[in-house]
């Protein structure tokens, strides 16, 4: 199958958390770095996830916001140290291509903010994305 989803993070299942509907799952990144996704307990039975499981981190590039400096006080769960690969800019929007231990993430974010950022090749960053905003594909 192919997808649009430019941000696909292979990884290991290292612990599910059962609520009464939702699950949180931990998953170890091949790269070294941990995510976590807010999935249904029906996904996680029907991709019959466990600790040890093989699968996908699947996140939205619009989903990837970028910081630059200290990220502190936020609920973001989701936080990726990486680099600036690329930046590619249109009259609104821009993509930019982060390089993360293992991986590389996409980001489609305004060009104002990459402006008021100073984001260029080689510009330190954090990605974040929200528990909320991954799937899972198991593998």
Do not use: Y
């Not at 996409?106 to 990459?114: M, N, P």
Request: no cysteine.
């Amino acid at each position: 199958m192919n997808l649009s989803i430019r941000n696909q993070l292979p990884g290991t299942v290292t612990a599910v958390t059962p609520g009464e509907v939702m699950a949180t799952v931990r998953v170890h990144l091949d790269g070294g770095q941990d995510v976590t996704a807010a999935i249904t307990l029906d996904a996680v039975k029907d991709l019959g996830l466990a600790a040890g499981s093989a699968v996908r981190t699947l996140v939205k590039a619009t989903e990837v916001s970028l910081a630059i400096g200290p990220v502190e006080g936020l609920s973001i769960r989701n936080r990726l140290a990486g680099t600036v690969r690329e930046v590619s800019t249109g009259a609104a929007m821009a993509s930019v291509r982060v390089a993360v231990d293992g991986a590389e993430l996409t980001a489609a974010i305004t060009k104002d903010a990459v402006t008021d950022l100073g984001l260029t090749e080689g510009s330190a960053v954090t990605a974040l994305f929200k528990s909320t905003e991954v799937s899972l594909a198991a593998v």
